[in-house]
């Protein structure tokens, strides 16, 4: 099965930071998802990747997927309360496409 | 807003009773797909259904069942609940025409299921 391991389990960082999240996958991706989640509730779709070395930024966030298209990071500058919430990354198995994966979550707390 | 609906919101239930999950998903997505989460886990992916047939399947035993409906609803079906299966459920829905994954999912809000 296709994994995705995600870093760290857990963020606290102060109002005004930068941080980074890691998604590392065992196989090769043909599409990489960022989700946020608020606290036991829906998924929100954030952003797609698809090709190797694409970039895409929305608002503060910015999702990179590296050349190898194994390994994605989501940065966020200059953090906020709003930003608070449960990160996840996601991909579709990469045989048929009939099955998704999400890594294990990483969960930030923005202190003011 | 991601145009997709769960019912109920909340449900409790005792050990080996069924129980039925609802979604609506957006007009003219054809493709539901179900998860399940644990607390403090990732979505872990239950089954896929594309045009009313299911269309892939995760590591689930066979008591967890769906449909899926012409009118964009579907349903999950979990039967002889067990107290492992208290979790938050979530479906959601893509537009992609190939009944594969690979397009951009939109999350219901879920459904909290409590096994007693």
């Known amino acids: 099965s296709q994994e995705l391991e995600q870093s760290p389990q857990s963020l606290i960082v102060q109002e005004g930071k930068n941080l980074t999240i890691n998604c590392t996958s065992s196989?090769?991706?043909?599409?990489l998802y960022w989700y946020k989640q608020k606290y036991g509730e829906g998924l929100i779709f954030l952003m797609m990747l698809q090709k190797g070395g694409e970039e895409k930024s929305h608002e503060k966030i910015t999702a990179k997927l590296d050349e190898k298209k194994q390994q994605s990071s989501l940065h966020i500058t200059a953090s906020q309360p709003s930003h608070a919430g449960i990160y996840l990354c996601g991909a579709a198995e990469t045989a048929t496409g009939n099955q998704f994966y999400f890594g294990t979550g990483t969960s930030l707390t923005v202190i003011p | 807003e991601t145009g997709v609906t769960q019912s109920p919101t909340h449900l409790i239930k005792t050990r080996g009773q069924q129980v039925t999950l609802r979604c609506s998903s957006q007009?003219?997505?054809?493709?539901v797909s179900w998860y399940q989460q644990a607390l403090g886990q990732g979505p872990q992916f239950i089954f896929q259904?594309?045009?009313?047939?299911?269309?892939g399947r995760g590591n689930f035993p066979p008591r967890f069942s769906g449909l899926q409906f012409p009118n964009y609803s579907s349903e999950l079906n979990v039967n002889a609940l067990e107290l492992d299966d208290s979790a938050l459920y979530l479906c959601?829905?893509?537009?992609?025409?190939?009944?594969?994954?690979?397009?951009?999912?939109?999350f219901g809000p879920g459904t909290r299921l409590t096994v007693l």
């Open positions: 196989k090769t991706l043909y599409g």
């Open positions: 959601a829905s893509s537009s992609g025409t190939s009944g594969t994954l690979t397009d951009t999912q939109y």
């Open positions: 259904y594309y045009r009313e047939e299911e269309n």
């Open positions: 007009s003219g997505h054809n493709t």
